[in-house]
């Protein structure tokens, strides 16, 4: 498999796995409440880049996304700094687990030659 494809598809599984985590933890937010320890997990990373992103965005702040003033751009806003703070995770997660399984694998390979 090529580097790339391998890239794509730690892309692709990661932001498979980040709209996933997103939505239940939303869904049970819903559910639990605000105090949910399931949505306060998936929701922080996000918060981290959402409140980055208004503070890099001076003077409009929260109305950064699209320039708009309704609240249903900014609601958007927070699900896309969601869904990419996690995504980011599980991307750099899903690679770092292939080279670390990839690498043993060559080991052990290396090591039944040699005997």
């Known amino acids: 498999m090529s580097p790339a494809v391998k890239m794509l598809t730690f892309a692709g599984l990661g932001l ?3 709209v996933t985590l997103v939505v239940i933890g939303l869904f049970t937010g819903s559910w639990w409440g605000p105090k949910n ?19 890099a965005c001076p003077p409009y702040g929260e109305r950064c ?14 699900f896309i700094c ?3 703070a996690w995504w ?12 670390l399984t990839a690498r043993s694998t060559r080991t052990r390979a290396k090591a039944a030659r040699a005997d």
């Open 37 to 55: 320890p399931i949505l306060e997990i998936a929701l922080t990373p996000g918060l981290l880049l959402w409140k980055l992103s208004n503070w």
């Open 65 to 78: 996304f699209l320039l708009s003033e309704r609240q249903i751009a900014h609601h958007v806003w927070g």
């Open 88 to 99: 980011g995770m599980f991307t750099a997660l899903l690679a770092a687990v292939w080279a």
């Open 16 to 18: 498979a796995m980040a």
């Open 82 to 84: 969601y869904v990419v």
